[in-house]
């Protein structure tokens, strides 16, 4: 890996790093989740990064894919919160997420369980190791805690300008014979519940990726795909970013012609509450570097 991708892939994680710990710290009763994104959004920007996907936002069953777009949505004492964000400097990415409980902190057992899961699994994360190893000690880890593991929800192998880049990275035990490539950058993210242990599609969480132009006729919606071509072509954006004339309706349309997919949210499938940490792993000269820490 050459000396410009580790350095911005360690400064990505840098940024991911600082600005999870802050958000965490505006994670109070009352608090606005708009807020508290655009809060995300502009520090993120401040620092010198750019948004690899928008902010997380997820509250006790959903786990992940909600991001807010209108005021109305505030944290109330005891909400299990995952905020879980990512930044990119010209493409190199870090993916980082952590677990509060709104005006409680982070002394909840289900919290520990998944941070601790997170620990456990990091430390199989080497240049070619075995991809099984962490699934294996991320379970036994949030079970022996008397949780489950979200078993449907994976860590990922990430490359410039490419947040999946193929590779899964299972929170269970998975005899798939992968291994960790010899360079790139890995999230590990377990989720742990007192549910049933799997999530199932919600509604929209209003997360999309522009996924091609295509044959569009109306002169609104080909300003709008070329818009988020030029400004959004690898990452998914949300459309409070957008300010284009009559783009609500446009993404609409965009959506049913698969110019941009929507991404759901992921709710716990009996309704059980969600905790969840992540930190993305840098590997290169025989190294496994932590980034967001």
Avoid: C
């Amino acid at each position: 890996m050459d000396k410009v991708a580790v350095e911005n892939f360690s400064t990505a994680g840098r940024i991911a790093s600082k600005i999870l710990k802050e958000a965490l710290k505006e994670a109070r009763e009352g608090t606005d989740l708009l807020d508290l994104a655009n809060y995300v959004d502009e520090r993120i920007a401040q620092e010198g990064g750019k948004p690899a996907f928008p902010v997380n936002l997820s509250i006790n069953h959903v786990a992940a894919h909600f991001t807010p777009v209108s005021k109305g949505d505030l944290l109330k004492v005891g909400d299990m919160l995952k905020i879980d964000l990512g930044v990119h400097v010209d493409g190199y990415l870090a993916d980082t997420a952590s677990t509060i409980q709104v005006g409680v902190g982070t002394k909840h057992p289900m919290i520990a369980a998944s941070k601790d899961a997170l620990a456990k699994g990091l430390e199989h994360v080497i240049p070619n190791g075995e991809v099984e190893r962490v699934g294996s000690v991320v379970s036994s880890t949030i079970s022996s805690r008397g949780f489950k593991v979200i078993e449907n929800l994976t860590g990922h192998l990430m490359k410039k300008n490419k947040l999946h880049a193929g590779l899964s990275v299972p929170n269970i035990p998975e005899a798939s014979g992968e291994t960790f490539p010899k360079e790139g950058a890995v999230a590990i993210e377990p989720f742990a519940t007192d549910g049933a242990g799997h999530v199932v599609a919600g509604k929209n969480g209003n997360i999309y990726l522009f996924v091609r132009e295509g044959r569009l006729k109306i002169p609104s919606h080909k300003n709008s795909a070329r818009y988020l071509k030029d400004n959004h072509p690898y990452f998914p954006f949300t459309p409070r970013w957008i300010s284009l004339p009559d783009f609500s309706s446009d993404l609409m349309a965009l959506e049913r012609k698969g110019a941009v997919r929507a991404y759901p949210v992921l709710n716990e499938a009996s309704g059980g509450t969600v905790t969840q940490h992540e930190h993305t792993v840098l590997l290169y000269d025989g190294k496994a570097v932590v980034t967001t820490v």
